[in-house]
């Protein structure tokens, strides 16, 4: 291993393998060094298209299998946005040949699968993590802190998720978010995921006592052998009186807001998951108040606008080039850290109960 920079491998050219290929180059701890693909001019196309655009500052090699990825000694690490119906395999053989493995959400089809995956990291000494972005972002932090002050918020009741946008018709009918094999989980695995783990995180990694969830609108792309959720909501009830909600859709427009509520008022983000396009992450709290006179109702708005310095994506400060960095570090350190296992196991359970409860019309289930 180099004693400076993380040296990463891509498993296929995926449209968010772009980003995070940039996200590798601004952590300033690590660099590409090679990309596999099914074909190997792909791979190469990608390297150049991305090279063209924001250079990777070092020699990356096209390897025309996923299989050469492995044998290669100059990667310490892998990148694996495969289609989540694809990758068990990939990240199993990627721990045994001692690679840190990076996966993609959703990160399997259940969560067996995905405690297989995560036992045989543990078992090669590897790091585990998947790729949700905010759970690196310093915003995160603050509304956690915000949560938990006493104040803000107060006692914690209710969080609610809303992740959506609109799938054209070309994506209704080849994306692989509606192909049954490719992403089982549809809008739950692509949308549902992010909306769970806000909820894990906001309140303290905490697991549900029970899960109800309904596909309201299914899909099934034109190649796809089964229907996956197009459209879910789901409700899940914590101890102490704690409740949480989540919507996701490839149906409704673009909207990603989540809120947090208690006895003392409650904290709103317009975009948890992809930060609207600024130098700023912003979000509010809230403690709005009803005086009543009478005649007289008056609702007071009584909101404050709260901000911290972090771009949106592609500086060194977004939130995905924090996770880089954090993963390269780990790695590079020879630490683990067994966070990010447990978030994303817990996150694949809660999935799992999502699903389980949707095949019997909601009844509640225990995950
Ligand atoms: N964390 C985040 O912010 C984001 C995460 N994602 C997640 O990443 C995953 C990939 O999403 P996205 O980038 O849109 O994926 P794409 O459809 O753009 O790419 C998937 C890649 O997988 C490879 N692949 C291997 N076998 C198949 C197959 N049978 N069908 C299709 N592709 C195959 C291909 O690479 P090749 O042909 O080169 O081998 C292809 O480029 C999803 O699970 C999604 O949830 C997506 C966007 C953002
Ligand atoms: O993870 C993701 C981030 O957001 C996208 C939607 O805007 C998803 O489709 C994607 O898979």
Redesign the pocket.
């Known amino acids: 291993m180099s004693n400076k920079q993380c040296r990463w491998g891509f498993f296929?050219?995926?449209?968010?393998a772009r980003k995070n290929w940039k996200a590798i180059r601004l952590s300033g701890n690590g660099r590409v060094a090679a990309v596999a693909?099914?074909t190997a001019d792909?791979?190469q196309t990608f390297i150049d298209e991305c090279n063209d655009e924001y250079p990777a500052g070092c020699d990356v090699s096209a390897v025309g299998s996923y299989e050469g990825l492995l044998e290669r000694d100059d990667v310490d690490a892998v990148y694996i946005?495969?289609?989540?119906g694809?990758r068990k395999e990939w990240a199993i053989a990627a721990a045994a040949a001692g690679k840190h493995v990076l996966i993609?959400?959703p990160v399997a089809n259940n969560s067996s699968d995905a405690a297989e995956i995560i036992a045989a990291c543990e078992d090669a000494g590897v790091q585990f993590m998947d790729?949700?972005?905010f759970d690196h972002s310093e915003r995160l932090a603050k509304v956690k802190q915000q949560i938990g002050d006493g104040t803000t918020v107060g006692k914690l009741r209710r969080i609610n998720a809303h992740f959506s946008f609109a799938g054209d018709a070309e994506f209704q009918k080849s994306n692989?978010r509606v192909d049954s094999v490719?992403?089982t989980h549809g809008c739950l695995?692509?949308l549902g995921w992010y909306c769970i783990r806000f909820i894990l995180q906001a309140n303290g990694l905490v697991m549900p006592t029970s899960v109800s969830a309904r596909t309201l609108t299914p899909l099934q792309g034109e190649n796809s052998p089964h229907c996956v959720p197009g459209e879910m909501s789901g409700e899940l009830i914590f101890p102490d009186g704690v409740s949480a909600g989540f919507y996701c859709s490839f149906l409704t427009e673009n909207h990603q807001r989540v809120s947090v509520s208690g006895d003392k008022g409650y904290i709103a983000i317009e975009d948890f998951v992809l930060p609207f396009y600024d130098s700023m992450a912003h979000w509010t709290t809230s403690s709005n108040t009803l005086e009543i006179d009478n005649c007289r109702w008056n609702f007071r708005r009584e909101t404050v606008a709260h901000s911290i310095p972090e771009y949106a994506s592609g500086e060194a400060n977004s939130q995905e080039v924090k996770m880089l960095r954090t993963f390269n570090d780990l790695v590079l350190s020879g630490k683990r850290d067994p966070l990010y296992p447990e978030l994303a196991i817990k996150t694949q359970r809660i999935l799992d109960a999502c699903r389980k409860s949707d095949v019997s019309d909601g009844r509640p289930v225990q995950p």
């Open positions: 296929g050219t995926a449209a968010i693909s099914r792909r791979a946005p495969l289609p989540t694809l993609e959400k790729g949700v972005m692989i490719l992403e695995g692509d």
